[in-house]
């Protein structure tokens, strides 16, 4: 059976995301990112889904993981964050005066957490919080999670969406060792990759430049500080097309010229949901 690793405690948004990626897989939890991408790193028949970034809140802070373990990415997907407070059963909002979350699912109901007047304790995670919740037994205390945190450790959800926004979405990456890349058609692709550039002035102005002669679109492009530099920096990078395009192997090809490390990361298609307007 193939094995797909994620970071958190089950119930966690990791672990929804997992189940709707492969419902046939072993998914296992791990207490880091770092052992996910270990794991992957040393298993070839697992994946690992890791969440890259949010539509509100941005960055997760993968990105020193991403260069350190250069897995190929096979897809993107993204996952729909509806976060619910759970507690006892019986237990009514105003009976909560305390409230356990990860740091962004506290910060992305803090209309709900101020008109109730709750209390905030920042958690490692928000399965995690369901399950300490569901320990502990107090009718006070509640915690901001998935409904399948309910369904996993007997909560009752005692308000739903609680959210500030609606149509919140974090996008997920699922990685592993072996390569694999789908062949070039007329579907919709990502090209993902990274690269550090020479030292030299205007090096990121100069590098960019065959992207926008050859009308390739750049959709992410993030610098991270090499280790223990202040001075040297990797780029991660997302362009829409695939390598096999022409025009993306032209823009790729100038790129090169200016880098001292370049490495693709993965090709895959994109996920229709770009596509919708939420």
């Keep these: 059976m193939k094995k797909i690793y994620f970071q958190?405690?089950?119930?966690?948004?990791?672990?929804?995301?997992?189940?709707?990626?492969?419902?046939?897989?072993?998914?296992?939890?791990?207490?880091?990112?770092?052992?996910?991408?270990l794991n992957a790193s040393s298993e070839r028949n697992s994946k690992i889904v890791i969440p890259e970034s949010n539509r509100i809140t941005g960055n997760i802070g993968i990105e020193y993981l991403i260069f350190k373990y250069r897995l190929n990415i096979y897809s993107e997907y993204f996952q729909k964050i509806e976060h619910n407070l759970l507690g006892q059963p019986g237990t009514k909002v105003t009976e909560i005066k305390n409230v356990f979350s990860h740091a962004q699912?506290?910060?992305?109901?803090?209309?709900f957490i101020k008109k109730y007047k709750m209390n905030e304790h920042v958690r490692a995670d928000t399965a995690g919080s369901a399950e300490m919740i569901s320990i502990n037994k107090k009718k006070d205390e509640a915690a901001i999670a998935s409904t399948l945190s309910a369904k996993t450790y007997g909560l009752e959800i005692i308000k739903k969406n609680i959210e500030n926004e609606s149509g919140n979405l974090t996008r997920f990456l699922v990685m592993g060792k072996d390569i694999m890349q789908p062949e070039f058609d007329e579907k919709k692709y990502i090209t993902s990759f990274l690269f550090k550039l020479k030292s030299k002035p205007a090096a990121l102005y100069q590098s960019l430049g065959g992207f926008a002669i050859?009308?390739?679109?750049?959709?992410?492009?993030?610098?991270?500080?090499?280790?223990?530099?202040?001075?040297?920096?990797?780029?991660?990078?997302?362009?829409?097309?695939?390598?096999?395009?022409?025009?993306v192997q032209k823009s790729l090809e100038e790129?090169?010229?200016?880098?001292?490390?370049?490495?693709?990361l993965g090709v895959f298609e994109a996920d229709p949901i770009r596509e919708k307007k939420l």
Excluded at 8 to 34: M, Q, R, V, W
Excluded at 105 to 111: F, H, I, K
Excluded at 226 to 232: G, L, V
Excluded at 257 to 264: A, E, M, T
């Design 8 to 37: 958190g405690t089950y119930g966690a948004y990791s672990h929804l995301a997992s189940l709707s990626i492969d419902p046939n897989a072993e998914i296992i939890p791990c207490k880091t990112f770092d052992e996910c991408f």
């Design 255 to 264: 790129l090169g010229l200016h880098c001292q490390d370049f490495h693709v």
């Design 105 to 111: 699912a506290l910060s992305q109901c803090s209309r």
């Design 214 to 247: 050859n009308g390739v679109n750049l959709t992410k492009l993030q610098s991270y500080p090499e280790k223990n530099s202040f001075d040297s920096f990797f780029f991660l990078c997302d362009l829409d097309g695939h390598i096999e395009d022409p025009k």
